[in-house]
């Protein structure tokens, strides 16, 4: 019997002295207290407490945290808007007793302050300018839980809005108005391509008829060079300007009806002024056609002449 007391004392006596050894994780701090009062703080690594004396109180991790929360609050024009902002915080080394026994529930007192700051700074911005100023709000979160948190041995490292919801129905409001935007400018866009479009095509269209009229001058200076060396050679055999003139008119319409007697489908109709008129214009290109001929067997002649030589 005494044999199993003595065993007894024996495994009680280990199991005390292992519990007086402890470790402590890296980035994580812990609160010895000794009788229920504050004792020491003690950092990672391997550790020695007096059994049944000290306890280990609590442990506070000194990591970057990060708290999410999410305000619902009235912007200046009246609109309901959602932000989700993100605080990121860490327990300072030098003050872990202030985090430990000043506040219960750190998360609750920091969410406190964001709602203050948030529901303070929003009501006086646009909803446009929310999106725009977010940084702003960002900024005033951080100063104020600066001020509010470092007494409490909190570190606030660096607070963002990661997320700005309105109402869907302002969502929607905001889509067709960007919308309606983007077709205005596209329509104006359109509007210019069409006018220079318009414009080019007109300069196109003045250029060719310049160049058509230039053709047309230079065609009928040809015509007028042409029937000037015409008359020129007529003179030389002994035809005046005015006979010399009625030949080529005669000429020219005889091929003017030989090329409408070329197509199968053409239609010609040849109305006089009056019979009198017609029978002088017949008489005339007669008499036209005979100088023609006659010219032509002078100048047959002329060249048989000149063989001859």
Do not use: C, W
């Amino acid at each position: 019997m005494g044999q199993f007391f003595l065993i007894l004392l024996v495994f009680f006596g280990l199991l005390i002295f292992i519990s007086a050894f402890f470790i402590v994780k890296q980035q994580t701090a812990a609160i010895i207290e000794r009788f229920g009062k504050f004792h020491s703080v003690r950092q990672a690594g391997l550790h020695l407490k007096i059994p049944l004396v000290d306890r280990i109180s609590g442990r506070l991790s000194l990591k970057i945290q990060q708290l999410d929360v999410i305000i619902e609050t009235k912007t200046l024009d009246d609109v309901f808007v959602r932000l989700k902002v993100s605080v990121q915080f860490k327990v300072i080394m030098l003050k872990v007793y202030d985090a430990f026994y000043k506040l219960d529930y750190a998360h609750d007192q920091i969410t406190s302050y964001v709602f203050d700051v948030v529901r303070a700074e929003v009501p006086k911005m646009k909803l446009d300018d929310v999106f725009v100023k977010k940084d702003d709000i960002a900024i005033a979160v951080k100063k104020e839980l600066n001020q509010a948190m470092i007494d409490y041995g909190y570190d606030i490292i660096k607070t963002l809005v990661t997320d700005i919801d309105p109402d869907s129905q302002v969502k929607e409001a905001m889509n067709r108005i960007n919308a309606a935007e983007r077709e205005k400018v596209a329509a104006q866009f359109e509007g210019d391509a069409q006018r220079i479009l318009i414009v080019e095509k007109a300069k196109a269209e003045a250029e060719s008829k310049r160049l058509q009229g230039q053709g047309i001058a230079d065609q009928r200076r040809e015509i007028a060079r042409g029937l000037e060396e015409s008359v020129d050679v007529l003179n030389k055999v002994g035809i005046n300007s005015q006979e010399a003139s009625a030949l080529i008119v005669v000429t020219q319409h005889y091929d003017t009806l030989q090329s409408i007697g070329e197509s199968t489908q053409s239609n010609l109709i040849l109305l006089p002024n009056s019979p009198q008129a017609g029978s002088d214009m017949l008489n005339n290109m007669v008499a036209s056609f005979t100088a023609s001929n006659q010219i032509g067997e002078v100048m047959k002649e002329q060249n048989r002449k000149n063989k001859d030589k």
